[in-house]
């Protein structure tokens, strides 16, 4: 037994411990109606507003402390400990992938729930909040403060806003001493790594002409489609995991006509940042290149305009770490078998930093994320199975006081 599996075994045989669970049980439709509450209220990728606001309301009715919002968006409150003041972040994203005017309804059948957004990533939210019930109910104390937040921006082109924002400026930043995203249910996952990536749209532009009257002038598809063709011949390792994928292609204005623009959109990943940076000049020189080459072809000048739409950076909590450690035997205890994962969460940011940062799971079971035909399963007994494992890792991660 390790230590860390003896500290989950502590903690759940605590009477504190086992009376937050009991609440848990006792609260579980509360944390349902919280769960379509909060999904209901739209929250589009830079449109988390609403949300946002009906969550700090939330954070505020739950008694927490420094209730407040900050420049970018994001909404937190802090449960005091009773050490010197470091923190841990238990974080969930406020923002879905999904665009302004989606219906948000959620269909319940039996135990699921039907709605975009609903398990990526609103059922921690209110997973969360249960979180704080049963802590306060049961009277567990913790060595760290818990600054409990509602982030934005962790989807898509948000590209970690809000959790950069946080590591950025907030004014607790240098006590922040371990950082847990709880992002979508299945609890067994827990992600160590931190896929990083760089996102481009590169637009390239030309002055266009007849395809055939004006045969010899620069053509802008030419240079996107050597750029294109460049990017795929890059070699890259597989370990560290590094990817790259031309995605998004568009421009041209008539079939008979040379194009003004070509527009293509890429994205470069890697687990390593120094991979990543390589993968990223080798792209930004393949452009250059690839102009070169369509201007030095034919007649005439186009250019490449090359904007960073996303950048994420990558990172790792080392599987061996404490906190790592306490998570898989907090999700084990349950009867999981955990295993750990690379993706691109909010904890990306902490582990560039070298802070002490997973992702774990708010418990149930899900399905077809990012789609809109997600679903969650609010079955009473996987749910509470999950949340335990969970709540088990903050309170080892938080030092919790035990009998
Ligand atoms: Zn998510």
Redesign the pocket.
């Known amino acids: 037994m390790t230590a860390e599996h003896a500290t989950i075994a502590q903690i759940r045989l605590d009477p504190r411990f086992l009376r937050a669970a009991a609440v848990l049980r006792e609260e579980h439709e509360r944390t349902v109606a919280d769960i379509i509450r909060l999904t209901e209220i739209p929250a589009p990728p830079f449109q988390e507003e609403r949300r946002a606001a009906a969550y700090l309301e939330m954070l505020r009715d739950h008694g927490l402390e420094e209730v407040a919002q900050d420049e970018v968006g994001n909404v937190m409150g802090l449960r005091r400990g009773f050490g010197n003041g470091d923190v841990l972040v238990v974080a969930a ?1 406020l923002d879905t992938v999904f665009p302004a005017g989606t219906d948000v309804t959620v269909r319940r059948e039996g135990t699921k729930l039907f709605a975009p957004g609903v398990g ?2 609103t059922r921690s939210l209110a997973v969360n909040l249960a979180f704080l019930r049963a802590m306060d109910a049961a009277g567990i104390r913790t060595r760290h403060d818990i600054l409990f937040v509602g982030d934005v921006g ?2 898509g082109l948000g590209d970690l806003r809000g959790i950069r924002h946080l590591f950025a400026h907030h004014p607790k930043r240098e006590r922040i001493r371990g950082f847990l995203t709880v ?2 249910p299945d609890v067994d996952r827990i992600v160590t790594g931190g896929i990083g990536s760089r996102r481009y749209r590169v637009t390239f532009r030309g002055p266009g002409g007849h395809s055939f009257a004006a045969f010899g002038l620069v053509n802008p598809v030419y240079a996107m489609a050597e750029a294109a063709r460049g990017l795929a011949a890059v070699k890259v390792p597989r370990e560290p995991v590094t990817t790259h994928c031309v995605s998004v292609i568009a421009g041209g204005t008539s079939i008979n006509a040379i194009p003004e623009t070509a527009v293509m959109e890429v994205d470069l990943r890697s687990a390593s940042e120094a991979e990543l940076k390589r993968l990223d000049d080798a792209f930004l020189r393949i452009v250059k290149d690839a102009v070169a080459a369509e201007n030095g072809a034919r007649e005439g000048t186009i250019t490449a305009d090359v904007k960073l739409v996303g950048d994420r950076p990558a990172g790792h909590t080392p599987n061996g770490a404490p906190i790592a450690k306490l998570a898989a035997a907090a999700v084990a205890a349950e009867g999981y078998v955990p295993s750990f994962e690379w993706s691109s ?1 909010d904890a990306n940011v902490p582990m560039s930093l070298g802070i002490p940062a997973l992702r774990i799971g708010s418990g149930g079971r899900g399905g077809r994320a990012h789609s809109l035909e997600e679903w969650i399963d609010v079955e009473i007994e996987e749910s509470l199975r999950g949340m335990r494992a969970s709540l088990a890792t903050i309170l080892a991660v938080a030092e919790m006081e035990t009998a």
């Open positions: 994203h990526d990533d962790e989807e992002d979508s969460t």
